[in-house]
């Protein structure tokens, strides 16, 4: 469970001190959709009505009981959004653990598990802001193509990506031209249209209100990260049955959520990435993921010249980038590095 530093620690408990986190869209994402997919139950609170929003970032330990994990190591993975973390490690080994607290039990494996710097095929110490912000977004978009290049990407011609200038898509736009072999559109409002052009990881870059100059005698699959229903009505409604797949992945457009009634075209399915790594993860084994994923991720970050890293400490830093994200405020330009180590809230 979360906590703050406390007088006692139970034998086979860690403390980590969350000193690092990235925030960006898909945290918000994660506490619109708190309830419907259980982020809640992570790292619950005894304030009913009250959560903790999950990020992702580094922690480092600052107390033990467990032989096998020593004070100052540090470990990349999924904490709550406060100053420390206190695990029950299980399937302790070289290269990490998974949470075995009570309340996670049950929950997503791909969330439970902590990896060590020292043996993470991914982790570079420079690019450390760069990981918090980027990295979690990068293997959903890496386990999305890969589910739609098993696919055979659904017979289409084209991928159109909603939300181009989304960190999130950023990242899918860079892993499906990799393996798509087809043109990948992104589509964006109309007052990012020219940042994300310049970032030259889309085939072709159109607003939103363009969507009637597609091409609809080809045949389409849409990824659906805006999460707006106005979007995701208008592609099924121009495509139609050349629409041949559509999933939704993410809320960047929270405000909009909605299922967009019966729409022409595919049925609007939700793609959950833990539930596809899962599966490779049984295929490939935990330490094949790791490296598949490591390989790709070099050659994305190379890309990532664009990202601004915007780092603060303390709770007014959190609030304020967490408000600016969800009025829709934050410049797709900046990535949010934050911590609130060192806070009594």
């Avoid at 080994?93 to 494996?109: H, K, P, T």
């Avoid at 860079?174 to 087809?182: C, E, L, T």
């Avoid at 929270?254 to 009634?261: K, P, T, V």
Wanted: proline share 5%; hydrophobic share 40%.
């Amino acid at each position: 469970m979360h906590t703050e530093p406390s007088a006692a620690l139970a034998p086979g408990a860690v403390e980590l001190e969350v000193d690092r986190f990235g925030l960006t869209a898909n945290n918000v994402t994660y506490a619109v959709t708190g309830e419907a997919l259980s982020y809640w139950k992570f790292f619950p609170t005894s304030e009913a009505g009250w959560g903790r929003v999950p990020v992702w970032g580094f922690g480092t330990v600052t107390r033990s009981t467990l032989a096998g994990v020593s004070v100052g190591e540090r470990f990349f993975g999924y904490y709550p959004m406060s100053s420390h973390l206190v695990v029950e490690p299980k399937r302790l080994g070289e290269v990490g653990f998974l949470d075995g607290a009570a309340n996670r039990r049950g929950l997503s494996g791909v969330y439970n598990q902590y990896l060590r710097t020292t043996h993470d095929p991914l982790y570079q110490a420079d690019t450390e802001p760069q990981q918090a912000v980027l990295r979690p977004l990068f293997a959903t978009a890496y386990f999305l193509a890969d589910f739609f290049a098993e696919n055979m990407f659904f017979g289409a011609d084209d991928v159109l990506v909603s939300s181009a200038s989304s960190k999130l898509a950023c990242a899918t736009a860079f892993v499906m031209r990799q393996n798509a072999g087809r043109p990948v559109t992104g589509l964006t409002s109309a007052r990012n249209t020219e940042f994300v052009a310049g970032l030259n990881l889309y085939d072709r870059v159109l607003c939103y209100e363009d969507v009637p100059l597609l091409d609809r005698g080809r045949r389409a699959v849409f990824v659906d990260i805006a999460g707006s229903a106005d979007v995701r009505a208008a592609v099924h409604r121009h495509f139609g049955e050349a629409l041949v797949h559509s999933s939704a992945i993410g809320a960047t457009h929270w405000d909009r959520l909605g299922h967009g009634g019966d729409l022409p075209g595919a049925r609007p399915i939700s793609f959950f990435a833990p539930d596809w790594i899962k599966r490779r993860t049984e295929e490939w084994t935990p330490q094949g993921v790791q490296t598949r994923l490591a390989g790709s991720w070099g050659a994305f970050l190379a890309t990532t010249g664009w990202l601004t890293i915007r780092e603060g400490e303390g709770d007014d830093a959190v609030a304020k980038r967490y408000d600016a994200i969800v009025a829709g405020h934050a410049h797709p330009r900046d990535g949010y590095v934050l911590s609130l180590a060192g806070d009594d809230a």
